[in-house]
C-alpha cells in the first residue's frame, strides 16, 4: 500500500530531540491510498533536504561552501577546512582562553567494514607526565571538532591524554551523514578504534577512562556492558540511555515507525525541535552553533530514530549490570536529555563507587559553556575518586577554574 498524509499521529523521537513538555510533537499524517497512486519515491524521500539558514557574520563564499550537500565525508571535510580558522576566532572561552602547548594529533584509520574514521588527539605539553587516558563518544550530530577541541584542551591541561573519533556518518568519518543502520555497528566501531588507541606507546598500561556526552553516553555505556573490563571508569554528561515514560508514543505507532525504516530507513521524516534553543540558555552560545558547520542538524532519518529506540531499551533493561567507577553530569534544567533519566541510571546501576552531579539551571551542553552560572558559581566537574582496580584517585578535573 502506499503511504500518504491525512490522518494524525504523534511521530517517535529519540530522546536527543525530546522536549519536557508534553505537547512539542509535530504531527505526522498517514491513511491508506485507496487508488495507489506515487505520491513519492524513494530517492524523493531519502533526498529531502532542510534548507540550511545564512551564517551570519562569514562572507558569502563560505556560505555557498557551507551550504553544500553533506551527505557524503569529502563534502564535510571540505567544509570544515573552509571553516577552521573562523571557528577558532569565535568569541568563546573554549577558543579565547585554551590553555597553551598542548600537542594535537588528527589522523584517519581504517575499520573492519572498510571505512575511514577520524581520529584526533590532545595530549599534555611536553614535559607533563600523562596520568590516564580518556575516550570520548560525541552526542547526535556532532563532531569532535568544534566545542569538543576547546573541552579537550582543557582536560589536556589536567594531565590526561585525550582521543576522540567521529562515529560513522558523523562529522569528517566516512558514512552517509545522520544515518545509523546498526547502533551496535557504531558500538563496535567505538570499541575497535579504542583498542587501537591503547596500544598507543605514551598512554599504553595507563588508566582509561570513557566519556559519553549525550547519544553518546548511550554508546560509552553499551561499549562498557559489552567489555567492562575494558575500562576503569566511565564518565557521562547528559546521558541518552532511557525515554521518560511521559515522551514514549504508544506501541502501535512505535511499530508504524519501525515499518517505516524498513521501507525508506535513510528518510529523513522524523521532525525535530531546534536543538540549539533547548542545549544553550544564553543567546550568545546559541547564535554560535550554526558555525558547527558539519554537524548534522536535518530531520532524523527513520532507521536512526530506530535504532536509537532500540539503544536506550536495551540500557534500561541492563542499568543493573554497570558495575564500573561511574560519574554522571547533567544540568538539572536540560530539556534534551532528562535529568531525571540519569537520576534513574544512578538509582539502579550497580556501581559501589558512583556519583551524580546536577547543575541548577544548566542545560544540555553544560561542558560548552565554561563561563556560564556553573562557572560562576566556581563549581568544579571532577570524575571522582574512582575506586578501580588500578587505585587511581582524583582523576582530575574537567574544568580546571
Known sequence: M?????????????????????NHYRPFILRRNLNPKPTFSRQTVTDMVQKKPKIEGVSDELN?????????????RRVRSAFTNTQQQLDHILFKMAPAGIRTEEWYEK?????????KSWLPKP??????????????????????????KHIASSGYGVYAI????????????????????????????????KGKPEIRGLPFFIFGQSMGGA?????????????????LVAPMCKIAEDMTPPVPL??????????????????????????????????????????????????????????????ESHVQEVASPMLILHGAADRVTDPQVSQFLYNNASSEDKSLKLYEGGYHCILEVLDNSINKRRSTIIFSNFRCPRKVNNVSSIVKQ
Request: with cysteine; charged share 20%.
Open 219 to 235: 554508546i560509552a555505556l553499551k561499549a562498557l556492558l559489552k567489555e567492562p573490563r575494558q575500562w576503569d571508569g566511565i564518565v
Open 166 to 197: 567521529d562515529h560513522p556518518g558523523f562529522g569528517l568519518s566516512e558514512g552517509l551523514h545522520g544515518y545509523v543502520p546498526s547502533f551496535d555497528g557504531v558500538v563496535d566501531n567505538v570499541i575497535e578504534q579504542y583498542t587501537i588507541i
Open 254 to 315: 512505535q511499530k508504524v515507525l519501525i515499518f517505516l525504516s524498513k521501507i525508506f530507513p535513510q528518510a529523513k521524516l522524523v521532525p525535530q525541535k531546534d536543538l540549539a534553543d533547548l542545549a544553550f540558555r544564553e543567546l550568545k552560545k546559541k547564535e554560535m552553533a550554526p558555525y558547527n558547520v558539519i554537524c548534522y542538524s536535518d530531520q532524523t532519518r527513520l532507521k536512526t530514530a530506530v535504532e536509537l529506540l532500540n539503544a536506550t531499551k536495551y540500557i
Open 111 to 119: 575499520n573492519s567494514k572498510g571505512q575511514e574514521i577520524f581520529c
Open 127 to 152: 614535559g607533563v607526565r600523562i596520568k590516564g587516558a580518556l575516550c570520548f563518544c560525541h552526542g547526535y550530530g556532532d563532531t569532535c571538532t568544534f566545542f569538543f577541541e576547546g573541552i579537550a
Open 64 to 76: 555557498s561552501i557551507a551550504s553544500q550537500n553533506l551527505d557524503h565525508a569529502p563534502a564535510r
Open 2 to 22: 502506499d503511504l500518504v498524509l491525512n490522518s494524525t499521529f504523534r511521530p517517535l523521537l529519540p530522546p536527543e530531540f525530546l522536549n519536557s513538555g508534553r
